[in-house]
Structure formats: C-alpha cells, structure tokens
C-alpha cells in the first residue's frame, strides 16, 4: 500500500513536472557581451528589457563570496532540496515572537525560483515558490542553481546579477573580490531599490556590515579581516560598463543576435590607445570631419582595433557611422596593386623607364596632383611619387575589366558611379569606390606574399577562402617600392627610432578633396587610416600625406617593435630588353596618335590557370591586349567568342578543363596568340 501511494506520488510529481517545466526565459534574456582576446569586455548591452544582465557560473566569482553568500543566505544550501525544513521553523517562532515578519525562510533556491518567476509575497506564493525550488533541485545541480542566482539577483536599478554588479558598482571582476567587497555584494539584494550605494551608502554600509558580523561566526574570516572590512567605505558611485569598439561591436551583434557572449580577436590596450589617438587626431580636424582606423595582425588577419569614428555619439561628426565600412573614393591608393600586376603580366618591372607626361586617353587627360610633370623616370619612382599618368599607362595595359575582376576575386567590392556599366582607366585615379576594411584587407595581402583572404574579427571566424592576388615575387616587389616612400613631415621611419622594420607607405586623396588615406605595412602589421567627412563634403588642404599619415604613424609607434621580415630593396638590375621601357599604346601624347604593335597581355603562353569552380564550371576571366587597331575580336580555339569596339578587354568563361589557345584580332588583321592550360 505504502509502495503503490509512492509511486503514485512520484508519478504525479513527474507528469507536473513535465505539465509545468520552471520557466527559464530570464536566463536566456541576457546582456550581449563583445569581448577582446584576452576575454575582457570591449562593449556590453542591455537585455530586451533594458537591464545589464550578464551570464555567471561559480567560477566567475571569488570563493570568498560564495561562502559568504551561503553563510549569510542558506546554510544549509548543499543538503537541503530546496526547502530548509529547520529554517522555516526558526521564522516561524521569531515570527510569532514578535508579532510580525522579522525573518524569513527563503533558501537561495527558493529565491532562484522568484527570480525566474516573479510574483506578489504571499502565502500562496510562497507555495509555489517552494514546489518550483523542489523542482529546481530535481533538475539541476547545486552549482547550476548557484549560476542562476549569481545571473539573476538584483542591485539596484537594472543591474542584474554578481558580474554587472561587480562592473559597475566595483569596477572589477567579482573573481577579485575582497571581504568588504563581497560582503556588500551579498547584502545588497535583500532589498536593493533602498540599499543602492549610489543612492544611500550609509544603508548599504550598514548592510554590509550586517553581513560581515553575522559570518564571523562560520567563515573562515578572522576577527581582525571582519574589522578591517568594515572600516573601509562604500562606493558610492555607479560606474559605466565598457563602452570601446562600438561599431564593431554593433556590427558583430547584428551580424550574430542570439549570442550572449561574442568573443574578437582585438587587442584591448591597442583598441583603447587608437581611440584616443582618434579623439584626439579630431580635435585637429574640422568640426564635421571624422576619421576611421584599422589595424591587422598580418600572420592570421586577426582585427586588432577597429575605429568607426572618433566617437560615436558625436553627431556633430556624423559619429554614429561606421566609416571603415563606407564606400568612398581611394584617390590613388589603389596604384600598388595596378602596378602588381603589371609586374605579373610581364608589362612592367620596377626599374622599367616610363614617361610622365601630358597624354590624352581618349577624351580623358588625367593630370598629377601638382599639376606638373616629370617626364621620363622609372616605375619605381612613378610609383613612390604616385605619379598619375604612368599609373593609367599601366591599367591601360593591364586592362581596368582585368583589374576591377581581380579585387572582385580577392573578396573586394569596387563600387562604380552611378550609371557607370564597367569600370574604366579613372579607377587608377579613385574612379571607383572601396571600403577602408577591403583596402585594408588588400594592402594585408602584401605581406602575405600577395594572397588577399578575409579579415578575421572574432576568434572563432573560420572563412579560410583565399585568393592570390599577386605572386610573391611582385607582392614583394610592391612591399619594397612602397618601403622607400617618404614619410610625411616631421615623421620619422619607425625603423629608426626603435628597430622596426620599414613601413611600406601609401597615401591617397579623392577628388575635391574629400577623402584622406593613409596604409601601412610591415611584416606583421598592417594599418588603415580614413580622414574626411561623412558627408561627403570637401575638406580643402586635407589630403593623405598631411592629415592620415601622421596619424598612421601615430598608430605604429603604439604597437610592438616588428622585427618581421621586410621586403627589401629593390634590386638594381636590368629588366629585360621588352620591359626597358613601357611604350604608350593607342593613346594621344602631346598631340599625335601612336599605334603599338596588338599584344595578347592576358593570359600568356604556357600559363595554367586556376579557373574551375568548386562544381567544376568555369568562372569568368578578364582576357586583355595592346596595341593595335579597335575593333579586337577574340577566339578561343579559333572560334570567336567577342568583339570590343572600344575595349581592350573582354570577359570570357572557360567550359572546362584542359589546353585552349586565346587568340586576339584588330582590324588590320594582326593577331597575338598564347596557349593555356585551364584547370
């Protein structure tokens, strides 16, 4: 009889068990936390409900507080199942004693229970409350119970929970906790609107102090440990939870909105020195202009600052924006990788002499920043100066379609002006628009011997795709050429002021003015900078030698000495007869037409190229020429496939693999050829 009446019991605890599971959802309402490396918060938000509520377990918090916790709150919390038989007595009689509620008999379980489910205090819920702890207790371990209340407990305002609290009330984590700390921590949520040390720290001294006295008894605490905690003063002060790397931040939760704890690869001292190299860079700056930093750490492309804006509740500058995300115009800071691959493409070579002068592309006559020109002088130096005509020389060459597919490739977005089908010869010139976080992206890449892959912001970002952009040789020979760039005034090559390698510098400045650059590179890092207004609006006088550079610089001289390996110099040797000097193909110099011999550019003999997908279908390619009279026509085994009247370029996608002669046609029936191998 007493087995059947047991098991009936047991069977009906387990169906109301399974009828009405405890209601969790306040655990899973928890603060967004994005964290450094090193898992320090960078940024936190509130929950759905506007309150800081952030995960803890028992290994979050010192021991001392637990114990003091259990010593004043439940003794009896690792026997008990929920209820404390011998607690409730003991209310009972001083309750009775005093004629009115002088004690009370909640365990923490029983607590745990009210958090998750609140109600009015009343017998009724009391009841339930004790049947929901019974349930808890039958759920869940002991240490998990302590999670829940360590997540949950209230301080004051919206502060939830021993990690929030310990933030904001102690500026610690609560694993640092001290006596005087933990005791305020645990007397706190007895009735935390009246006992807010920010609001009444003469209460919540008392409070704590009431703690301290009633565990000296159990705790391992010595008299003189008790004394000295209670002489020292509350906080009186609510302090801000982190706020740094806020549009990163935003970007990772939107990115991921169910994750309670979003773990990036930033460096949280170098985050914090590049914000304030960033405020105080604006206060130099016109009152609507901002600027926007990006640092890399080249060996696994780990972000390790991210700056949007000097700061981002400053309307004034548009700070709410995330400008290593905008589009804008690069200037010339597009160049290098022109020049890279006509290194490739055996159109060029660093010591190949190329004239800077007035020269007509069409009806487009592009002109340098000063207005003047050099004349003849080497790639090298066309490239360390960021002449304008020998860079359009060169995609001319390379073909802007090839150029434009290439950084499509790589994991880069051009964005052309509206109404623009192709891009064209001014992409070399800022014609097409980029983000500061794929320039940055790109100029990573020389470092890694010319393979772009995508940057990494959380620890946990496996987007291992790659794509080399360039070979190593010319990456190298880009790295080296930007190497002996000429740091802006007053600034001195970071090499010669504490060993370092050589920055590998490149400046750049949009049309009008309107957007300054600046990008760094050495052997381990890689460094962006963005300077101008959000809106778009001019800043005359502002361009990227004098206004991004030094803070680039600025930038390097806080991050470790990089004794990684430079590119070198360039070395001083002939190029080749055929690359001795580029010649001008079918553009106007100084008035006369001139028209080169037709020359397959791309591909070239004997090449093999990787341009088979995953599923086995080929992906398109740019294939370019010189020379020549338009129209071009262009085959494939001998079938024609195309006819540019005006391009030099045309996009082609294999069918599959193994050998296929390319052969391009002008109108005077010359013809170039090369066979390749498609894999």
């Known amino acids: 009889m007493a087995a059947a009446v047991v098991a ?306 400053d309307e004034t500058r548009q700070g709410p924006i995330d400008m290593v995300r905008a589009v804008r115009s690069p200037g010339s800071a597009l160049k290098p990788f022109i020049y890279g691959l006509g290194f490739d493409d055996g159109i060029i070579h660093p010591l190949t002499q190329i004239a800077d002068v007035s020269t007509r592309f069409g009806d487009w006559a592009p002109r340098n920043f000063d207005r003047s020109f050099t004349g003849d002088l080497t790639v090298m130096e066309a490239l360390q100066r960021s002449l304008n005509v020998p860079a359009v020389l060169v995609l001319d060459r390379v073909g802007p379609l090839r150029f434009a597919d290439a950084l499509r490739r790589a994991g880069t977005r051009l964005v052309l002006p509206h109404g623009t089908a192709l891009p064209g010869l001014p992409v070399a010139l800022g014609g097409a628009s980029i983000s500061l976080w794929d320039m940055t992206a790109l100029y990573s890449g020389l470092a890694r011997d010319g393979v772009v892959a995508p940057l990494r912001m959380t620890r946990d970002d496996d987007d291992r795709a790659e794509y080399r952009l360039l070979s190593a040789t010319a990456a190298q020979q880009v790295r080296a050429i930007l190497e002996g760039s000429p740091p802006p005034p007053g600034v001195v090559q970071a090499q010669e002021l504490r060993g370092s390698g050589p920055v590998a510098l490149k400046t750049g400045t949009s049309y009008g003015f309107r957007d300054a650059w600046a990008f760094g590179v050495t052997g381990r890092y890689t460094v962006g900078v963005w300077v101008g207004r959000p809106d778009g609006t001019p800043s005359p006088d502002h361009y990227g030698r004098n206004t991004a550079a030094p803070l680039l610089f600025e930038v390097f001289d806080r991050l470790p000495a990089d004794r990684g390996r430079p590119a070198g110099p360039v070395r001083n040797e002939s190029p080749p007869e055929l690359l001795r000097r580029l010649r001008p193909g079918d553009v106007e110099i100084a008035g006369p037409r001139q028209t080169d011999r037709l020359r397959l550019t791309f591909p070239v003999s004997d090449m093999v190229l990787e341009a088979l997908g995953p599923d086995g279908k080929g992906e398109p390619m740019t294939l370019t020429a010189t020379g020549g009279r338009r129209p071009l026509s262009w085959l494939i085994d001998g079938r024609r496939i195309a006819q540019s009247p005006i391009a030099r370029e045309v996009v082609w996608r294999p069918d599959g693999p193994g050998p296929v002669r390319v052969t391009v046609l002008d109108a005077d029936g010359r013809s170039d050829s090369a066979t390749v191998e498609i894999r």
């Open 8 to 313: 009936t019991l047991l069977g009906t605890a387990l169906l109301l068990d399974r009828l009405f599971p405890p209601p969790l959802d306040r655990l899973a309402d928890l603060s967004v936390t994005v964290t450094d490396r090193k898992g320090q918060p960078l940024r936190v938000f509130t929950n759905a409900v506007g309150a800081w509520r952030l995960p803890a377990t028992v290994e979050d918090v010192s021991p001392l507080f637990v114990e003091l916790l259990l010593a004043y709150e439940d003794r009896r919390f690792e026997s008990h199942a929920g209820v404390d038989p011998l607690a409730v007595l003991r209310a009972a009689a001083q309750n009775l004693g005093a004629g009115r509620v002088v004690s009370g008999a909640s365990t923490i379980t029983m607590q745990v229970a009210r958090l998750l489910e609140p109600r009015p205090r009343t017998l009724s819920a009391k009841l339930i409350e004790a049947a929901r702890a019974a349930q808890l207790e039958w759920r869940f371990s002991k240490r998990e119970i302590l999670g829940m209340y360590l997540t949950l407990a209230p301080y004051g305002g919206n502060i939830e929970g021993i990690r929030a609290a310990s933030l904001m009330l102690l500026g610690k984590s609560p694993v640092e906790l001290d006596a005087a700390e933990a005791a305020l921590l645990v007397s706190l949520p007895q009735s935390p609107s009246r006992l807010r040390p920010d609001r009444y720290p003469e209460r919540a001294q008392a409070a704590r102090d009431k703690v301290l006295d009633r565990v000296a008894e159990v705790s391992a605490l010595s008299p003189k440990a008790v004394a000295e905690a209670k002489s020292l003063p509350v906080p009186s002060a609510r302090l801000s939870l982190p706020a740094s790397a806020p549009h990163l931040a935003d970007r990772l939760r939107s990115a991921d909105p169910g994750r309670a704890e979003i773990a990036t690869t930033i460096d949280g001292t170098l985050q914090q020195a590049v914000e304030a190299l960033g405020r105080r860079a604006a206060e130099t700056l016109n009152p609507q202009a901002g600027l926007a930093v990006l640092v890399v750490d080249n060996r696994d492309r780990s972000v390790l600052a991210y700056l949007g804006s000097p700061n981002a509740l």
